[in-house]
């Protein structure tokens, strides 16, 4: 088990399996690395599932609520397309 994405990606680069990586980290992690290949994963996919996670009677519970519904709202524009 591992939790970094820079040791991820060197099991991957020793020829200990393949992972999975953010789009967003793959510029960074991979680059121009001759020796790994990316396959990109067509829909439905891995999906990552976040939380929002506040304390009990947390005075600012109505701006999570419009972070959340900003996102839900968000996150169905994006489905669409």
Not at 15 to 37: F, I, Q, W, Y
């Amino acid at each position: 088990k591992a939790s970094s994405l820079n040791t991820l990606i060197q099991l991957v680069k020793g020829k200990m399996g393949a992972t999975l990586v953010p789009e967003m980290a793959l510029k960074e992690l991979v680059g121009n690395k001759k020796d790994l290949s990316i396959s990109h994963l067509d829909e439905p996919g891995p999906h990552r599932e976040i939380a929002l996670i506040t304390r009990p009677n947390y005075a600012g519970m109505e701006n999570v609520k419009m972070l959340v519904d900003f996102f839900g709202n968000s996150l169905k524009e994006l489905d669409k397309n």
